[in-house]
Every structure is written in C-alpha cells, then in structure tokens.
Nanobody, 133 residues
Framework: QVQLVESGGGSVQTGGSLTLSCAAS????????????LAWFRQGIEKGREGVAA???????NYRESVKGRFSVFRENPENTSYLVMNNLKPDDTAMYIC???????????????????????WGQGTQVTVSS
C-alpha cells in the first residue's frame, strides 16, 4: 500500500503562484518511489476529475494543454516527493488538487505519463486551490 499526502494549497489572486507537494510513503515490501509513475489531477465543483500533469519514472512529462507554460511538475526521489509548481494562476484553475501514483507492472520501472485517472491506483486526499479574480 502507498500513502500520498498533499500540501501547499491555498487562496491566491489571478496571476499568483503556488507550489503543491505530494509526499509518498509505502508500507509494502520493496516500495521504491523512484520506480513509480506520478501524476496530479484536479477536480472542480462543476467539473469531473481531469489530469493536469504526469511524470514517469524516467522520461518526458505530460501536461494538460491549458496549463502548459504555466505549470511544472518534478519529482525528488530521495525525498519521495513530487511537486507541482503553478504560476500565472487563473480562476479556472480553482479546484481540489490530488496526486496519484502507479506502481510498475510487468517491468522494473513505470514509464507512462498518462493523464487518465484509470491509469493510477493510489490517490491522496487532495489540497484545495482557490484563485480569485
């Protein structure tokens, strides 16, 4: 089992910035964070869950079109933590931000960067981001 805990949410005005963190811990034998795929999703009040950014164990990251150039995702494997840096925030970015993880299956490393929620099996509780105009 893998536990994910997000932090860093808050309220900002349009154009502001926030950095979200997602700390992971594993209770299963052989948990190796660096081998997992990671992603950030968001869910607004009137929107379904949508993928924001995804980062594989090794390879190119993937971003939702609407956040390209504004958001950056990276992982610090020694800290078992991923970060989502959000700049130039807009009211449409208001949502609960949730991190997710997928273990490697069929290989030693998980190497996809999917923005589909079905690809991930571990989920955090989320951290709220509110952007006011």
């Amino acid at each position: 089992q893998v536990q994910l805990v997000e932090s860093g949410g808050g309220s900002v005005q349009t154009g502001g910035s926030l950095t979200l963190s997602c700390a992971a811990s594993g209770s299963t034998s052989g948990f190796t964070y660096s081998r997992y795929c990671l992603a950030w999703f968001r869910q607004g009040i009137e929107k379904g869950r949508e993928g924001v950014a995804a980062i594989p164990s090794n390879g190119a990251v993937n971003y939702r079109e609407s956040v390209k150039g504004r958001f950056s995702v990276f992982r610090e494997n020694p800290e078992n933590t991923s970060y989502l840096v959000m700049n130039n925030l807009k009211p449409d970015d208001t949502a609960m931000y949730i991190c997710a993880a997928a273990r490697p299956v069929g290989s030693a490393y998980c190497n996809f960067a999917s923005l589909e929620s079905d690809a991930y099996e571990y989920w955090g509780q989320g951290t709220q981001v509110t952007v006011s105009s």
